[in-house]
C-alpha cells in the first residue's frame, strides 16, 4: 500500500493519557507500518488550532480532572466545532474515557462542576459517588469489528446515549456506560467514545483496523486492508478473557451475553477535586 498516507491527530497527549492510552497511537501507527501505509502523527494542545480538513483520524485519551477541566475549556474556545466538522466530513476519532465524556454533550460531575461537551456524541454524563472499576468484555457489532472486546475501566462518570448514536456494545462483564442498561460506549459516524483503557487497541485489532480503514477512506477508495498475522495480539486477547472468565467464576457471577456482571462492587470515590479519572 505504497503512497498511501494516514494522518493522525493526538489531542492534548500531555494531558489525556492514563491507564496507557498512548498505546493506542502506538497500535495505529504499527499496523499501518506494517502495511507499508506511512502515518503523519501530530499533537495537538491546549491554544492550538485544528484544521478540520488536515487529518484522517483523532484520538484523546483520558484525564484526571484538573486536565479535562482544562481540555473543556480549550474544546469550548473552537477545536470542538472543528473537530465535529472533521467527523461530519468523514473522520475517524477514537475517544478514551474522560475525553468520551467531554465529546458528549455535557458532563455534571458528582461535585456538582458543569463541563459542557462539544456535542459530537448525543450523550449526557452525570458523575457518581462510586467509581466502576474492573476488567471488562464488551459483545461488538460493528461490521468488520465483529467479536468481543476486552479493556480496563476506571471511571465514576455514568454516560447515557441518546437515539443520535448507538452503543459500541453490549456488557459481558463489567460495567460500561453507566453499569444499569448494559451498554458500553458508543459510535457517530466513523467516531467511538469508550471507556475501555488497557490499552484497547493493541489487544484488539480488529477495531483497530476498522479505525485505520475508515480513516483512509477519507481520502482512497479502498475495500479492505491487507490482512496481518495477529497471533500475538490475539493472544493478548484470550489471554484478557481468560482473567475475565476466571473473575466470573466466583460466587454469585455470571459472564452472560448482553448482561452486566462484575465481581466488583463499585467502589466508594474517595479521591476528591482533582485526582483520579473521571
Not at 51 to 59: E, G, Q, R, T, V
Not at 115 to 131: H, K, S, Y
Not at 193 to 202: A, M, R
Not at 232 to 244: G, K, N, Q, V, Y
Request: proline share 5%; charged share 25%; with cysteine.
Amino acid at each position: 500500500m505504497k503512497g498511501i498516507t494516514l494522518r493522525l491527530c493526538h489531542l492534548y497527549p500531555e494531558l489525556m493519557n492514563i491507564y496507557g492510552d498512548r498505546g493506542n497511537v502506538m497500535a495505529l501507527e504499527r499496523r499501518c507500518s506494517w502495511r507499508g501505509i506511512r502515518v503523519e502523527i501530530s499533537s495537538l494542545s491546549i491554544g492550538d488550532a485544528l484544521d478540520p480538513s488536515a487529518f484522517d483520524l483523532f484520538f484523546i485519551g483520558g484525564g484526571q480532572d484538573r486536565e479535562q477541566m482544562l481540555v473543556c475549556d480549550d474544546l469550548s474556545a473552537g477545536k470542538g466545532a472543528a473537530l465535529r466538522e472533521a467527523v461530519e466530513d468523514g473522520a475517524a476519532l477514537l475517544s478514551i474515557c474522560g475525553g468520551y465524556q467531554l465529546l458528549g454533550k455535557s458532563f455534571l460531575t458528582w461535585t456538582g462542576e458543569y463541563l459542557p461537551g462539544i456535542g459530537l456524541f448525543d450523550a449526557e454524563t452525570v458523575g457518581g459517588d462510586t467509581r466502576f472499576i474492573g476488567n471488562v468484555a464488551v459483545r461488538c457489532d460493528l461490521e468488520g469489528a465483529e467479536g468481543t472486546l476486552v479493556g480496563f475501566e476506571n471511571h465514576s462518570g455514568r454516560t447515557r446515549l441518546g437515539p443520535g448514536c448507538r452503543p459500541l456494545g453490549k456488557v459481558l462483564h463489567g460495567y460500561g456506560n453507566n453499569g444499569e442498561d448494559g451498554t458500553e460506549g458508543c459510535v457517530y459516524r466513523n467516531a467511538i467514545g469508550t471507556y475501555l483503557h488497557g490499552s484497547l487497541l493493541p489487544k484488539n485489532p480488529r477495531l483497530a483496523d476498522w479505525l485505520i480503514l475508515r480513516a483512509l477512506r477519507r481520502r482512497h477508495d479502498l475495500e479492505a486492508l491487507p490482512p496481518l498475522d495477529d497471533s500475538l495480539e490475539e493472544a493478548a486477547h484470550r489471554a484478557a478473557l481468560s482473567l475475565i472468565r476466571r473473575e466470573s467464576l466466583r460466587p454469585g457471577m455470571i459472564f452472560a451475553r448482553g448482561k452486566p456482571r462484575s465481581p466488583f462492587r463499585p467502589r466508594p470515590d474517595r479521591s476528591g477535586a482533582g485526582k483520579g479519572s473521571r
